[in-house]
């Protein structure tokens, strides 16, 4: 049971270009979101999806984008990367009383 | 002011000891509130899940939230040296969506010293 599946695991980009982060949970959750984890920030709510279907932005949305695939996949895109953008993603789903159930995150440096 | 804060410590304690670890909060809209554990260069992993004010037991882990106060606690007893990871609270208003959009302290990272 693999749970909540990041790939790619590492990247490292150059500024301007683009990439897509994929998510993949195998739990039949409704709920799928992205965070940041910065040092000093914490965690931060990037875009979420409650159900297959429908998408919102969190806190930090800015220089982000997001699809819903299906029920079991929810990418995270960056159209044109910036320093400001690395960090270590982590993708997480959840249903109602199943909380929070993350990934193992992609570690991304923008240089 | 933040909405959660957290003392990101690092915290070091003798192998046995009882840690308490404490999250203070200003969203009177948060009802769900969880407890991480993560350690180094791995995913978060939940530990403890309270909905609303009161007390959660689960082996050698007491969650705790006083929704009066707006602070939430964690006690870990007879710590280990595999305990020794950074602690994460997190919080989330509730979603008729039965999504949670969690916001989170900044870590106490606890160190258990054999």
């Known amino acids: 049971n693999a749970g909540v599946t990041q790939t790619p695991k590492f990247q490292v980009l150059k500024t301007g270009q683009s990439m897509t982060l994929q998510c993949a949970q195998d739990?039949?959750?409704?709920?799928m979101y992205w965070y940041r984890q910065d040092p000093g920030m914490g965690l931060r709510l990037i875009y979420y999806s409650a159900s297959e279907g429908t998408t919102d932005k969190g806190e930090v949305p800015n220089g982000y984008n997001v699809s819903r695939l299906n029920k079991r996949e929810f990418s995270l895109r960056l159209e044109s990367a910036a320093p400001s953008q690395t960090s270590v993603y982590f993708c997480a789903s959840s249903q109602p009383g199943r909380v929070g159930f993350f990934g193992q995150g992609t570690r991304l440096t923008v240089v | 002011q933040k909405e959660v804060e957290q003392d990101p410590g690092p915290l070091s304690v003798p192998e046995g000891a009882i840690v308490s670890l404490n999250c203070t909060y200003s969203?009177?809209?948060?009802?769900?509130f969880m407890w991480y554990r993560q350690y180094s260069r791995k995913g978060p992993e939940l530990l403890m899940y309270?909905?609303?004010?009161g007390n959660k037991e689960d082996g050698r882990f007491t969650a705790q939230v006083d929704k009066s106060s707006k602070y939430i606690s964690l006690f870990i007893r007879d710590s280990q040296p595999s305990d020794s990871a950074t602690y994460l609270c997190a919080m989330s208003p509730y979603s008729g969506a039965g999504s949670y959009q969690l916001t989170f302290g900044k870590g106490t990272k606890l160190s258990v010293i054999p």
């Open positions: 739990m039949n959750h409704n709920s």
């Open positions: 309270t909905y609303s004010s």
């Open positions: 969203n009177s809209a948060f009802q769900y």
